[in-house]
T-cell receptor, first 115, second 109 residues
């Protein structure tokens, strides 16, 4: 099983709203990621959690707040977003195996529209 | 962040033709991954490569990890309409995956 699930699939929010995106994986992966993706562009890394600790924050504005409650769950809390934050938000997970092999699997994404 | 050079940017081909795309980087990677993405969906992993020189197939797809560890290519043989989408390469170093700029593939029936 290589499934990463994300909810909701679609989200419309106003600039004063607070909302959260959720991601779950049951593959026992040690690392979980949030990416932002604009149409026809590659995913842009936002955050990396490794063993439930934030290991990489790619200078993301504080209106995006990640949270890793346990090794299977990853949240992204959204507050006071701007219209330019509208994008596909992707969650991914990965696990390093013997020999340094590591493969990353993506969820289906949350399509966010900020009005 | 680092971005890989992926070419071509787009391809328009007839059904049944073979396709080739590649990724190059100025940095060495430990892993190369190839993904396909449909509009509004998450990228789906096609092939993973872990060793320099490795050649791996998945059905009609074949990918290779370059000897220099700075490049990789993906071939699709006998293309079909459902091959339409955007293909991304990704290279891993440390805890991060770096993505190519994408190749948009259109298959004309």
């Amino acid at each position: 099983d290589t499934e990463v699930t994300q909810t909701p699939k679609h989200l419309v929010m106003g600039m004063t709203n607070k909302k959260s995106l959720k991601c779950e994986q049951h593959m026992g992966h040690r690392a979980m990621y949030w990416y932002k993706q604009k149409a026809k562009k590659p995913p842009e890394l936002m955050f990396v959690y490794s063993y439930e600790k934030l290991s990489i924050n790619e200078s993301v504005p504080s209106r995006f707040s990640p949270e890793c409650p346990n090794s299977s769950l990853l949240n992204l809390h959204l507050h006071a977003l701007q219209p330019e934050d509208s994008a596909l938000y992707l969650c991914a997970s990965s696990q390093r195996r013997g020999g340094g092999q590591e493969t990353q699997y993506f969820g289906p994404g949350t399509r966010l529209l900020v009005l | 962040g680092q971005q890989l050079n992926q070419s071509p940017q787009s391809m328009f081909i007839q059904e049944g033709e073979d396709v080739s795309m590649n990724c190059t980087s100025s940095s060495i990677f430990n892993t190369w991954l190839w993904y396909k993405q449909d509009p509004g969906e998450g990228p789906v992993l096609l092939i993973a490569l872990y060793k320099a020189g490795e050649l791996t197939s998945n059905g009609r797809l074949t990918a290779q990890f370059g000897i220099t560890r700075k490049d990789s290519f993906l071939n699709i043989s006998a293309s079909i309409p459902s091959d339409v989408g955007i293909y991304f390469c990704a290279g891993r170093t440390g805890n991060q995956f770096y993505f190519g700029t994408g190749t948009s593939l259109t298959v004309i029936p």
